[in-house]
């Protein structure tokens, strides 16, 4: 939960949660500052795992990417492509790891790694069929949706992934359409967004597209579905079409 400091006068909400939280769920509040003036935080104090992150983090951060770039010494970037492959993965170590073995087993020779490379073995595989997958909900293509997701599953995807990746996916996109309808620049949402100069004009045509689907409608049928796996209700498979028919494009069973 970001910026969880305006959901600190909920007392009564929030301290019965706190009481007694699902025993299934993590739950992160993100915060700048804890008030200790007020009542739950007190409460928070005692129940919860109270964390705070500092500046130097980000140092430590460096260090343990030099370390992984220590692992393969074979591997030559350049500048703004170790910028793009840093910038993309962003605070996540272990796909940073992943992505180096990915590029070394894929580039074993090559003298010096180029941005292309990382558009091509990086955001296009990792991204463009979940890229695809939301703009075939936003266009009511449920033919394509439904091939999508097949191609997805086939390639070893759990239902349980491809939801999570549309649901981040989704996100950004319903960002970046509020961003448009406030008249920000193109460019200046993509590199907001951190979404690369190549996708950028295909993801906010995306963007606006989907738009048109409730943000709430979205994300709900997500969460429901996601649910019904966890709890066995539903086969994964079964689970994720049965999304895809409730988005209503068309999909049938």
């Known amino acids: 939960v970001h910026r969880a400091e305006r959901l600190l006068g909920e007392e009564e909400i929030l301290g019965a949660y706190f009481q007694n939280p699902c025993p299934s769920s ?14 739950l935080a007190k409460m928070i104090e005692e129940l919860c795992a109270v964390v705070s992150l500092e500046d130097p983090y980000h140092d430590q951060r460096d260090a343990e990417i030099a370390r992984l770039l220590g692992r393969y010494p074979q591997l030559k970037f350049q500048p703004d492509a170790l910028a793009s492959l840093r910038d993309w993965v962003g605070e996540d ?23 292309a490379d990382i558009e091509d073995l990086v955001f296009r595989q990792e991204t463009q069929n979940v890229f695809d997958l939301a703009g075939a909900v936003a266009a009511r293509d ?9 191609r997805l599953m086939r390639d070893g995807k759990s239902a349980l992934e491809i939801l999570g990746l549309l649901r981040y996916q ?8 509020e961003l448009l309808k406030a008249g920000k620049p193109p460019q200046g949402i993509c590199q907001a967004l951190r979404i690369p100069g190549f ?4 993801f906010l045509a995306k963007a606006k597209k989907l738009s048109a689907v409730p943000p709430a409608r979205f994300f709900s049928l997500i969460y429901e579905s996601d649910k019904a796996i966890k709890t066995s209700l539903w086969r994964e498979n079964i689970a994720a079409e049965l999304l895809l028919i409730k988005l209503e494009i068309g999909v049938k069973s």
């Open 170 to 177: 989704g996100e950004k996109l319903y960002q970046a359409a």
């Open 199 to 202: 996708f950028c004009n295909d």
């Open 26 to 39: 993590v739950v992160v509040f993100c915060l700048d500052k804890l008030d200790m003036r007020r009542k």
């Open 93 to 115: 170590l272990g796909a940073l790891s992943k992505e180096l073995e990915k590029i070394s087993l894929a580039l074993p020779g090559k003298p010096r790694i180029e941005t």
């Open 142 to 150: 449920g033919k394509t949706a439904l091939d999508l997701l097949i």
